[in-house]
Every structure is written in structure tokens, then in C-alpha cells.
């Protein structure tokens, strides 16, 4: 650290990765090899980490990912039980379907957790990379679930109706992202130059734009599913100097929590200062709505 820390109101949010393997190949998963090798995991150092993020801002979010949070229902449980409810909770997977673990795990799982879980944010590519669990499944789910579409450079355009007239029926979110590796501040909020936005448009009711330093949505609005198109940036720092103190500031959005408990302030591998965290400055949420009238996602 350079700085002294500054984020939002209720704190950065906390990304936990899970510390065991998914067993899954999926070609665009960065993390994939952090996972070839488990020994270096360590679940309870997770745990303490936790509980250490929870300590020092009682309001943040948490987010499960991987790899495949769902791979281990039982230690994932161990990890959401020390989260109280003052946390939004949220859990990005693939859903996929593993030997040994049905649907009535899942169903179950959710149904325990249905007052903690904010959102299960579920990755269905138009493309597949593993066995999917069916659709219908994600509608019985007992806490809200969101549908996740990573658009690739070569994205098949033509597909885009069919792919939202799948998750019609259930009446299931949509999220279309832009490639975050190919996001920079210039072309975070552009919209006239982006061949995304431009085919979402053509097939979508455009209904208005949020966002902060860090990320955006574009909302639409496709037969009344709500649908929004997400850019972030490939970071989660931002330094920028402060008008009222005169402060050098480490703005951070996201704290990741690595497989082996060891607490970053980035996607890289910058460590956290945990102590300064303690005394980190925080300042109103940055989120706002530039067009539309809109309702905040909840993540």
C-alpha cells in the first residue's frame, strides 16, 4: 500500500474464492490454474478471514466464487455460517451438475440459506463449457437468481433473441458483460462504439444507464425481462486525490480473499493492510443513475 485506503459506504466488497476444485475445464476461467494444485488451500485461514472482513465493515458484501463454490455445499455452508445478516450475499457458479449431488441438494441448500443469499448468480454462456444443469431448475431455486453471459469478441449476434427468449418463461434476469479484460476507463461508458450495445438495441427497449468510477449497466427491457449489458474495469483500485483534504487515496472496490486466506485489495496480488483497512475513510456510495429511471440492481 501507498495510500491510505478510502471506499464506500458499508465497505469494499469481499470476494471469497472457494478453496477446493471444481473439477470443470471451462477455457475462459482465469482461475483455473489456481486450482491445479490444492495444497496450498487452507479453509480455515478462509475462515478467519472472514471473520476479519466481517470485524472491520459489518455491512459489506460477500461473494462466493471459484472455481465452483456449489462443488462443496458442505464447506461452502461452513463459510456462509459465519456471515450474519447485515452482509448482502451473493454466489457466482456455473451450476453444473456433479456426480453424487442433485438438484435436491441445491434446492436445499438455497432453502436453508433463502434469508442470507442476495442472489445466485448463475454463468449460462451460448456456448457450452459443462453440464448445465436444465433450465427449469434455476427457477426453483428458493432465493433470486440472475443468468450471466459473457459476449466474446466473435459473439454469434444472431443468437441474442433466442438466448433471451430462453429464460422467458421463468421470467430470469439476463446479464450480458463485455469482456472485462478489455475494459479501460475510456471505453467503460461508451455506448456509440460498442457493437454490443448496438445489437442489444436493436432487439431490446433501452430503459437507461448506472454506474460508478469502477463499473456500469445498461439496462433494457425485452418483452419485460429485465436485461442489462455490465462493463467493469479489470481492476479495483482507483488512486485519486482527495479536494477537500488534500489525501492521496487508495479508493478500493473489491478485497479479494485467495484460496489460501491470504486478504488482496486487488485482483492481482497486492496484499491488503489489514491495519489500515481498520482506519480506512469512507465516502457516499458512487453509484448513480445517469439516464432512465431505474431501480439499482442488486449487484
Not at 482465469?30 to 472472514?50: A, C, L, P, V
Not at 438495441?201 to 436485461?227: P, Q, V, W
Request: aromatic share 12%; hydrophobic share 30%.
Amino acid at each position: 500500500m501507498t495510500n491510505p485506503y478510502k471506499t464506500r459506504e458499508g465497505g469494499a466488497t469481499v470476494t471469497v474464492f472457494a478453496p477446493y476444485d471444481c473439477g470443470n475445464h471451462c477455457p475462459f476461467c482465469i482461475n483455473k490454474g489456481d486450482y491445479e494444485d490444492t495444497s496450498w488451500f487452507d479453509q480455515d485461514k478462509i475462515e478467519e478471514s472472514i471473520r476479519i472482513m466481517d470485524e472491520i465493515t459489518p455491512k459489506c458484501d460477500f461473494v462466493f466464487t471459484g472455481g465452483e463454490p456449489l462443488a462443496n455445499i458442505p464447506m461452502l455452508q461452513r463459510m456462509i455460517d459465519l456471515i450474519p445478516n447485515t452482509h448482502r450475499l451473493f454466489i457466482n457458479t456455473t451450476l453444473p451438475t456433479f456426480e453424487g449431488q442433485g438438484l435436491d441438494e441445491l434446492i436445499a441448500f438455497t432453502e436453508h440459506n433463502k434469508d442470507k443469499l442476495t442472489c445466485i448468480n448463475v454463468s449460462r454462456h451460448m456456448q457450452h463449457y459443462v453440464t448445465e444443469t436444465p433450465d427449469s431448475y434455476l427457477a426453483e431455486l428458493a432465493c433470486p437468481v440472475r443468468v450471466n453471459c459473457v459476449l466474446y469478441k466473435k459473439y454469434p449476434a444472431d443468437q441474442l433473441p433466442g438466448y433471451l427468449e430462453r429464460w422467458l418463461p421463468y421470467g430470469i434476469p439476463v446479464q450480458f458483460r463485455f469482456d472485462y479484460t478489455a475494459t479501460t476507463p475510456e471505453n467503460l461508458y461508451d455506448h456509440e462504439n460498442d457493437p454490443i450495445f448496438t445489437d442489444v438495441s436493436k432487439i431490446a427497449d433501452y430503459t437507461g444507464l448506472d454506474g460508478c468510477r469502477m463499473r456500469c449497466g445498461f439496462h433494457f427491457n425485452y418483452k419485460g425481462l429485465e436485461l442489462t449489458y455490465h462493463k467493469t474495469l479489470p481492476y479495483s483500485t482507483i488512486v485519486e486525490t482527495d479536494p477537500e483534504d488534500g489525501n492521496t487515496y487508495d479508493i478500493l472496490y473489491d478485497i479479494v480473499v485467495r484460496q489460501n486466506g491470504e486478504i488482496r485489495s486487488d485482483w492481482d496480488d497486492t496484499k491488503l493492510d489489514v491495519d489500515a483497512y481498520r482506519k480506512v475513510k469512507f465516502e457516499p456510495n458512487d453509484m448513480r443513475i445517469y439516464e432512465g429511471d431505474l431501480v439499482h440492481p442488486v449487484k
